[in-house]
């Protein structure tokens, strides 16, 4: 079975990352606003307000019950001084990739919208799972909105090959992830870190990304990528319908222990942020 499927070229795969989207300039610019050693905030402040997309996105994220700041953030200054660089960074990432991963993904079952919200869900419980706040919350919210980006690609590399791809998960009932590596040689967590680095993002979120499957292989940055892992597997529950109180039986007992969290713990977050994920900030 596994000879069967058409295995996409290298080149075609590069051709693929090559078009998507590149990062918009404005978004660029205040990635390196904020990452800047002598970082302005009015400066940052200017570049956002540039873009009136970039703006409203902004605004309807940070204000979102997810995010979990109490004060309203009604402008873009207020953003930057309640919020903060970092986060300021992640937001302007958020806007510019929900058109992106808003795609429908057919050979993932993925209608226009899942992979959004999804990658969305995964990103506020990650920034939740690291305390809530600080670089390291904002590192963890971007490495769970792109943590599936590669789907993007392999959904339009493979086409109708989704089919066998995913008849062998069922039948071999493991995971779509292992299906991939299998048939493929590689999943969309790899291509997902191809894509990341082509937008220059930091090495270690490269590395979380394309390892968000397998966290114990991280080298970099092992606690973030438990974080994206658990974020991931609790996300998926909720989708499914499974309570609060049941998710840490699908827990893996290592990211657990990775982020310090109980399965007590655990159940008390989900309960807390569960009810958080239902609506998509961006569509109010």
Known sequence: ????????????????????????ATVRAVMDACDGQEADSRDVARLILSDQGLTANLLRLANSAAYGHRRRVSTVSDAVVIMGLSAVKSLAISGHTAQLLGRSLPGYEMQRGDLWRHSLSVAFLSRRLTGGGGAAAEEAFVAGLLHDVGKVVLSEALGDAF??????????????????????????????????????????????????????????APDLAACVALADTVSHALAGGIGAGDIHHLADPGHLDALGLDEIGLSRLVAEMAPLLTTDPLAE
Do not use: K, N, Y
């Not at 967590?189 to 990304?209: H, K, Q, S």
């Open 1 to 24: 079975m596994a000879e069967t499927i058409a295995r996409p070229s290298v080149e075609e795969l590069a051709a693929a990352v090559g078009r998507l989207p590149a990062l918009p």
């Open 163 to 220: 089919d066998e791809l995913t008849h062998v998960a069922q039948s071999g009932r493991c995971s779509l992830s292992d299906s991939e590596r299998d048939m493929l040689g590689f999943d969309h967590a790899d291509l997902g870190a191809r894509i990341a680095a082509t937008w220059g993002f930091p090495e270690r979120l490269v590395e979380v990304i394309g390892l968000h499957h397998r966290p114990e292989e991280a080298a970099s």
